[in-house]
């Protein structure tokens, strides 16, 4: 029975520790080690792991983001496969029991994810949830790299999903700090260049939604999507096309300008519809910059505009 390493980082986590605990230690695969990093927490989050003493393994470090924290609990583990699980998420209760049995029958594959549940947060207790394996399995499976230009378009791996054999770590190295908060899709692109990937369709994390989610900063996201991208265009020039490269990184550019704009950043915007019309010409883009030399009152009405047609465009 293979050690699964469950690496948990924590911070100012207390109210939603204990309930992702719950998920992890109540797997119906119980050979697991549970790895805890309070990434330098200022509210009772070590309060509250204490009460769990001897069911888990708790590291305390100075806050240097998940990134960071991830990388402390890989470095800990001692499983042959490693499992992330965001303190606010919930598991189903055989995540790890059918997600091991898929990587047995398939040797191949180094990184395995499955669909996530996003909820809001109403403050309802815990309730243990085992997902249904469908009588046939139609998971997405991908040869090294045909992943990659996948993850270049769309990144469809949930970090509280995934099981990683720990050999992808000694092969692509940790997770890169300087990318917070999109560290994840970098790790996914590295893997996918040398492993192969599988998504299995089962519902086998709830995710919270709530005001304090990372991932509520949306032009910080953008901003650095696009450096993670032009990263591994650099690592990996030939797996995807350079159309794609240039299509995705114009797209972020320009939403990530539009941002910087709404927040009245003319430089900053400036700079991304620049980077959006290098990488390829495009009329948002154009607009965009057309629109960080105008006044306020004519850029308010830009924007109203921009945002009418998106509204046209979604029905």
Known sequence: ?????????????AGF???ALQSALEQTYGHHEIIVVDDGSSDETRQILSKFQGRLKYFYQENRGAAAARNTGIKAAHGDFLCFLDADD???SNKLELQLAFLKRHRDIGLLSSRCRKFI???A???PLAAKAPESNAARIFSAPEAFPELVKTNFIPTSTVMIRKECFERVGLFDPHLTP???RDMWLRISAHFGVAHLPWVLC???LHHSNISNDKARMLYTRAKVLEKNRELFPGIAPSKLWNRQLAKLYAKAGRLSLIQDQREEARRAAVRSLKNAPNAKAAMLWMATFMGRRAIRTFLRSRM????????
């Open 125 to 127: 207790p815990y309730t």
């Open 182 to 184: 999109v560290e994840d």
């Open 90 to 92: 919930l598991w189903v």
């Open 308 to 315: 009418q047609r998106a509204e046209i465009e979604n029905r």
């Open 17 to 19: 520790i204990c309930q």
């Open 121 to 123: 947060d109403q403050g």
């Open 206 to 208: 709830d995710k919270r």
């Open 1 to 13: 029975m293979p050690l699964v390493s469950v690496i948990i980082p924590a911070y100012n986590s």
